[in-house]
């Protein structure tokens, strides 16, 4: 597990929410609510947890943004995958799924648009941004 990995001992593990050997992903993400932000989507690894898992979904809206459109377009694929196997119980389909490509250092982030949401997810991005990047991605956090 990842908690392992880091030298992190269970009680902590458990504590951040990393015990379940996927980092944290279950404890965090199935709280996303609203219009929700994703920086960094990568391939789409997160996607699952905005479908509720044990519980409601409470997602109105997704925007996942990347700046690889090779990993925009894993993402797309595993969306639609997951969208066509959903418990309907559990979600309010479609709730609708928007991919961009953009770079989420980028000051012109959503500069052009009324954007405003509820919920921003950005899961392992900092670790690969650097401190000038990772500077600016929370600059964009908090003007979003």
């Known amino acids: 597990s990842i908690a392992s990995t880091l030298g992190i001992d269970d009680a902590r593990a458990e504590l951040l929410g990393m015990k379940s050997g996927n980092g944290g992903r279950n404890t965090h993400l199935t709280g996303a609510r609203g219009n929700v932000l994703e920086m960094g989507v990568g391939t789409g690894i997160n996607l699952p947890y905005y479908y ?20 925009l ?20 389909i479609p709730f609708p799924v928007e991919f961009v490509q953009e770079d989420i250092t980028s000051r012109s982030l959503f500069v052009k648009q009324d954007n405003t949401f509820d919920t ?23 003007r979003l």
Do not use: H, Y
């Open 120 to 142: 921003i997810v950005d899961t392992f991005t900092f670790c690969v941004l650097g401190n000038e990047g990772t500077m600016r991605c929370l600059e964009n956090m908090k």
């Open 52 to 71: 509720g898992g044990r519980e409601r979904s409470l997602v109105s809206r997704l925007t996942c943004v990347d700046i690889s459109g090779g990993m």
């Open 73 to 92: 377009e894993e993402a797309q694929k595993r969306n639609k995958g997951l969208r066509s196997n959903i418990d309907t119980s559990n979600v309010d």
